[in-house]
């Protein structure tokens, strides 16, 4: 899954829990108001957004949320963060990326079979080739010799956007401790690829935690204070965050 | 001789013909020159902030079409606000977007940023440009109209996630909970926070920003 927003959804920030219903929204229809600006700008509205949707987001959890979001907050910024920097001021950028291939590369099967459950078998083949060629020349994984030698790109695919694919909605939103963002689609799927992660096959009890701490704190060590950013701007970083899960979901399993 | 005559000049006719449709710039081609101009401006070590960030600004206002923008984030609450208050809420909104905007460029000031596609309908496209680091690769999307010969932008989406929808969804909760007025307080309050020199990285053991 997209690194990115995948920190960014990792952590989360709270504000106090606000109990509050969501409104459908209804995207603007035309207007009456007279604006200082010239022409029709509200004729810019249907024009520009006619082909909009609304996302309405379900979360009935909401106070519960918040205050997990809120624990994530905390957890991020006096754990997660320090230790990354400390990291990151050590090791150096190549071998970190070295890190995040490897792990990547565990992962491969995740996205494999779900590419193929969904029928996406050119997608499927391209990672087996990729996986086939980053564990052989890119020794075990360290290097994506696929991406860079073959233009072999990975393809996010999980189980989460499998069901989507299958029709299944989201449910509602849920922040899962320490986890960040999610609903209750893609949360049941974290169980079905976690068992595809061949890490879970590799290790056990306290090294196979170890080693998924490890590859977040490499992940955050590599990212660019995303989650700092988007609280930064955001007025209500909870809200935000929600919504943008919520669309970057939707988003992937349309591709 | 004269069919291969006719056949060229055909093409030339339909070409000229289908011109006053098309602006002098491609859609991708001004979204480029805009993007170049910003990490231009972060790569340059000798000028002092606020003249870059000024600059950085007159930029983005000139390709940012923030009145739509703004419309947009509010849907029906811009037809309920009057005339004074969508104003007021435009002036925040663009300085709230340039300010994010910017954030969010620097830290990429020193990765490459390519333009794989671009899709025209009309008078609206979309230019896809992607910013490529040596861990990920991030896409960024600019949706933009024409007007008068130029492209402006009215949504940029990142991985996905349109700014404008996410803006909206927040912004109406808040007016719900707040007002109007309640929404046009926080933005300033955030401007604010934004503007001070202990705006840092966000380096915040206190964790929260204030509610």
């Known amino acids: 899954m997209n690194k990115l927003l995948l920190l960014l959804m990792l952590l989360a920030g709270p504000l106090s829990a606000y109990g509050l219903d969501i409104d ?105 080739t990729r996986f086939v060629v980053n564990t052989t020349i890119g020794i075990g994984g360290l290097f994506d010799t696929a991406k860079d030698h073959f233009d072999l790109r990975k393809t996010d695919e999980d189980f989460g956007q499998t069901l989507g694919y299958y029709g299944v909605g989201p449910g509602f939103y849920l922040v899962l401790p320490v986890l960040g963002p999610s609903d209750v689609r893609d949360g049941a799927s974290l169980l079905v690829d976690t068992r595809m992660n061949l890490l879970y096959y590799m290790a056990e009890g306290r090294t196979y935690w170890g080693l998924r701490a490890y590859d977040k704190v490499n992940d955050v060590s590599l990212d660019k204070d995303t989650y700092e950013s988007i609280k930064k701007d955001a007025l209500d970083p909870y809200l935000f965050i929600r919504d943008a899960y919520m669309q970057y979901r939707r988003n992937k399993i349309e591709n | 001789m004269w069919k291969h005559f006719s056949l060229t000049i055909i093409p030339v006719i339909l070409l000229a013909l289908a011109t006053p449709v098309m602006a002098e710039t491609s859609p991708t081609e001004t979204i480029r020159v805009a993007v170049d101009e910003i990490l231009a401006l972060l790569r340059d070590d000798q000028l002092d902030k606020d003249t870059r960030r000024d600059r950085m600004r007159a930029i983005i206002d000139a390709r940012f079409d923030f009145r739509a923008m703004s419309q947009r984030t509010l849907a029906i609450n811009w037809k309920k606000a009057s005339g004074e208050e969508q104003q007021q809420f435009v002036d925040l909104f663009t300085q709230l977007i340039q300010n994010s905007y910017v954030g969010k460029i620097e830290a990429y000031t020193n990765e490459t940023v390519e333009y794989p596609a671009e899709k025209v309908k009309g008078r609206k496209a979309v230019v896809d440009t992607l910013i490529v680091t040596s861990s990920k690769e991030i896409p960024i999307d600019y949706r933009v109209y024409l007007k008068d010969d130029q492209w402006y932008v009215y949504d940029v989406i990142i991985e996905g996630v349109s700014l404008i929808s996410n803006y909206r969804s927040s912004y109406q909760e808040i007016v719900n909970r707040e007002g109007f007025s309640g929404l046009l307080a926080r933005m300033e309050e955030k401007i604010r926070e934004l503007d001070s020199p202990s705006a840092g990285d966000g380096n915040d053991p206190e964790g929260t920003s204030p509610s």
């Open chain 1, 24 to 128: 459908p929204e209804s995207i603007g229809g035309t207007t009456a108001t007279t604006t200082p600006d010239s022409e029709n700008s509200d004729e810019f509205e249907d024009f520009l957004f006619e082909d909009e949707e609304d996302i309405e987001v379900s979360d009935p959890l909401e106070p519960l949320n918040r205050g997990i979001f809120w624990f994530n907050d905390k957890l991020y910024f006096y754990l997660l963060k320090p230790v990354a920097r400390g990291y990151r001021r050590v090791v150096p950028e190549p071998w970190r990326v070295a890190v995040q291939n490897v792990f990547s590369n565990l992962k491969t099967p995740v996205r494999f079979v779900n590419a193929g459950l969904q029928g996406k078998f050119g997608d499927a083949g391209n990672e087996l």
